[in-house]
């Protein structure tokens, strides 16, 4: 059974690993209940089950509360406070078919397969959690020596899905074949696998449980060149490939109805194109690494989930757990590289790639992310001859071009250093003429070194058009227009840039120099004034004091006494 970590009537209360029965409260539980609302709004699902948590220490008998509190924490992967709520709406008699669930899992644990169908009846009622239900009474019904049952659940729900093309959603089809691999129906699943196409638009879990499945059911050799042609290159795919043909791969061990359930709950919520479903692949994830405690994809996608919820420790817990002889640890070391810069660990990071390509030197992406470390960081000497090494190689495209070209131009002593970086700068546009970053930087350059303006002035349009909501590329245009001396147009959009980016020290600056030029003086120095406490860089500290001190001399009046 699921412990429960979250209990009410004065009970310990945890929300996201932490005890907050004692955190501070509003002054009201509608203005928490409000905050919570908001923070569901905003995405921020850890801060949202703070609330709504804290709101239950107050009214733990308000089902409205309870029922969002367990929608947030679902969401949010914390299974085990999902279901404490859960059970505590059911001893209320408040009926919401997906808190069924967590215990739909339990009895699964359990191996209570009847308790599983008739869950999944319950389940059936919802549209959130149809698939779901249906797929894991399929596989009920088979454990219970049903198999023409439960391929005609699995069959009834493909065609309940049917699009207006008669079409059937890859994830149910692939799901049936998992199905007739236990039977024992090689033919028929091969036949399943064969229908489902297009897999180099699937994600790289996927792939490889199509991968797998083919490899099982003794077709190898398409296994090989799905993984050939299709994987990302995040995974270390030689390895994974000498694994498949010596068979030692994990991914090889037979498929049960245990592992059929967990992959069930995976693929569906992630193949799934609803937003609803989407939204529920963390918590479906956890349920089925519950019942599959190996399952490495589960572990790999949830630290996925985590990261992009900004959960950085939590995504680092299920990192840990993919070992090295996984098919998943490479891409895993890749996010925890991602979770270390973003942490400002730079030195570990780097310590990291380069133990990896230490062991792995003929992977060219562990070389292209060392090569961005380090460039991030204004390392671009040390980065620019690993960029250099990956040229007219699998990486050879625009993002590259337009890294080296950043590196160069940052590093640039002479004139042919400067050549050359604009050089990489163009054949990046050349590879990709809409990418809005190489447009704005290769603008921005140009203006700021006060050469080939009406190319700058192209450039940045471009990029502006692309990407509108950025007040970094506003900023860009209205540098642009300043250096071409059309201060009306310079200051229409450095104050729209100032809107989109208020604490950006760098923009506050050049609007301080235009108003200073168009003698809007005290506006001037007020923007300079406000940079000189944004700006964190000396040298801009000291260049935004060389600018104030100018005025206060020019002015002749302190500057403490402008009204600002």
């Known amino acids: 059974m699921l412990s429960a970590c979250q209990t009410t009537n004065n009970q310990t209360i945890t929300a996201n690993g932490k005890d907050v029965s004692d955190a501070p409260l509003s002054e009201s539980l509608s203005s928490n209940y409000l905050m919570a609302r908001q923070a569901v709004y905003q995405n921020d699902l850890p801060s949202a089950t703070d609330f709504f948590t804290n709101s239950l220490v107050k009214d733990d008998n308000n089902i409205a509360l309870l029922r969002h509190s367990f929608l947030t924490h679902y969401q949010s992967g914390n299974i085990e406070q999902a279901a404490e709520i859960a059970r505590r709406m059911e001893s209320l008699n408040v009926t919401m078919p ?36 249906n797929v894991a009474h399929a596989w009920a019904l088979f454990a219970q020596g049903q198999f023409a049952g439960a391929i005609s659940q699995m069959s009834q729900t ?75 290159p995040s995974f270390d795919n030689g390895a994974i490939i000498a694994s498949f043909k010596d068979e030692s791969n994990q991914l090889l061990q037979p498929m049960t109805v245990r592992r ?34 190996d399952f490495e994809a589960a572990h790999f996608v949830i630290a ?156 940045i349009k471009r990029a ?21 001396e059309n201060y009306d147009d310079a200051i229409l959009w450095l104050e729209k840039a100032i809107q989109l980016e208020p604490l950006d020290p760098v923009i506050t600056e050049h609007l301080g120099d235009v108003y200073w030029v168009v003698g809007r003086d005290f506006e001037a120095i007020y923007k300079w004034q406000l940079a000189r406490k944004q700006a964190t860089e000396d040298d801009m500290i000291t260049r935004l004091d060389g600018k104030l001190s100018e005025a206060e001399s020019q002015d002749g009046r302190p500057l403490e006494t402008y009204p600002y």
């Open 98 to 133: 997906l808190a069924q669930e967590p215990a739909l899992i339990e009895s699964a644990l359990a191996e209570d397969w009847g308790g599983v169908s008739a869950l999944a009846d319950i389940l059936s009622q919802s549209d959130t959690s149809l698939v779901i239900a």
């Open 158 to 232: 493909a065609n309940l899905l049917q699009n207006e093309l008669g079409l059937t959603p890859a994830f149910m089809e692939l799901q049936i074949a998992h199905l007739l691999e236990v039977a024992g129906k090689t033919q028929e699943a091969l036949a399943k696998l064969n229908s489902l196409g297009l897999i180099e638009n699937y994600p790289p879990h996927i792939q490889l449980s199509i991968a797998s499945a083919y490899h099982r059911l003794g077709d190898k050799r398409t296994a090989i060149e799905i993984l050939e042609e299709y994987l990302s």
């Open 260 to 293: 059929g359930l967990a992959q069930s709950l995976l693929d569906t919520s992630w193949l799934d194109t609803e937003k609803s479903i989407r939204s529920l692949l963390l918590a479906r994830a956890q349920l089925a690494l519950i019942i599959q405690p």
């Open 304 to 459: 996925q989930e985590y990261l992009a919820l900004n959960q950085l420790s939590a995504a680092k817990i299920y990192l840990d757990n993919i070992e090295e002889d996984s098919s998943y640890y490479l891409p895993s070391q890749f996010m925890l590289t991602a979770y270390l810069r973003r942490t400002g660990e730079i030195n570990q990071a780097l310590d990291l790639v380069r133990a990896l390509r230490s062991s792995r030197p003929y992977h060219d992406r562990l070389t292209l992310v060392e090569a961005d470390i380090l460039r991030s960081v204004d390392r671009c000497s040390e980065a620019a001859p690993l960029y250099n090494a990956l040229l007219d190689g699998r990486f050879d495209n625009s993002r590259l071009h337009r890294n080296l070209a950043i590196c160069l131009e940052r590093t640039a002593e002479t004139k042919e250093d400067e050549a050359l970086a604009e050089q990489y700068f163009l054949s990046s546009l050349a590879r990709d003429p809409n990418d809005a970053f190489t447009l704005n930087y290769l603008g921005y350059w140009y203006a700021d070194t006060n050469r080939k303006l009406d190319d700058a002035i192209t450039y």
């Open 464 to 484: 502006v058009e692309l990407r509108p909501s950025s007040g970094f590329f506003a900023d860009s245009l209205g540098w642009v227009y300043y250096k071409l």
